[in-house]
T-cell receptor, first 114, second 117 residues
Framework: AQTVTQSQPEMSVQEAETVTLSCTYD???????LFWYKQPPSRQMILVIR??????QNATENRFSVNFQKAAKSFSLKISDSQLGDAAMYFC???????????FGKGTKLSVIP | EAGVAQSPRYKIIEKRQSVAFWCNPI?????LYWYQQILGQGPKLLIQ????????DSQLPKDRFSAERLKGVDSTLKIQPAKLEDSAVYLC???????????????FGPGTRLTVT
């Protein structure tokens, strides 16, 4: 079974600074997808970024980028120019190709300090 | 494009009572998921539908939980009878059909916070 580990229960960052959230996963599959989701206090899970395992290039979406290290099974999220609206729980999630079932980590609570 | 709709947003019931949650997925999304999110944890998949058929319900406590997706659109998740440990947020998500990378993206509704007293 696949597992996803987020070792940082809480993180904080100064507004306009950069922060990196860590995620590791365990799988025996070679083809899979990785995601970062954001969950603000409103509870709605919002997709932040997607990474395909077969792509060597790290995904980027505006201020959000990932560092995908397939051999190390590591998938970190970097948030640049942090904004107050980035404060939320961030979940790393794994989806094996063909299964369409997400396995989530326990999340990292990000606080943004004005 | 309208997002995933869920109702109610909040529900408080006593143990042994029954409760039902409703979900309307994004138009055109053939796959629908129900997740349970206990406080301080990531969501856990309860059941997955493809159109109106069940793909996986291996983590659904079938002695008390049931779900259906009539006509392949809306879905209802029911708990009967509820236990204290069922207190959680119940999230509905949907995704496009197919094998493209975008089909692996799940879009979530706002969730229903259930409190069992």
């Amino acid at each position: 079974a696949q597992t996803v580990t987020q070792s940082q229960p809480e993180m904080s960052v100064q507004e306009a600074e950069t922060v990196t959230l860590s995620c590791t996963y365990d799988t025996s599959e070679s083809d899979y997808y990785l995601f970062w989701y954001k969950q603000p206090p409103s509870r709605q899970m919002i997709l932040v970024i997607r990474q395909e395992a077969y792509k060597q290039q790290n995904a980027t979406e505006n201020r959000f980028s990932v560092n995908f290290q397939k051999a190390a099974k590591s998938f970190s999220l970097k948030i640049s120019d942090s904004q107050l609206g980035d404060a939320a729980m961030y979940f790393c999630a794994y989806n094996g190709a063909g299964s369409y079932q997400l396995t989530f980590g326990k999340g990292t609570k990000l606080s943004v300090i004005p | 494009e309208a997002g995933v709709a869920q109702s109610p947003r909040y529900k408080i019931i006593e143990k042994r009572q029954s409760v039902a949650f409703w979900c309307n997925p994004i138009s055109g999304h053939a796959t629908l998921y129900w997740y349970q999110q206990i406080l301080g944890q990531g969501p856990k998949l309860l059941i997955q539908f493809q159109n109106n058929g069940v793909v996986d319900d291996s983590q659904l406590p079938k002695d008390r939980f049931s779900a259906e997706r009539l006509k392949g659109v809306d879905s209802t998740l029911k708990i009967q009878p509820a236990k204290l440990e069922d207190s959680a947020v119940y999230l509905c998500a949907s995704s496009l059909p197919g094998l493209a990378a975008s089909s692996y993206e799940q879009y979530f509704g706002p969730g229903t916070r259930l409190t069992v007293t």
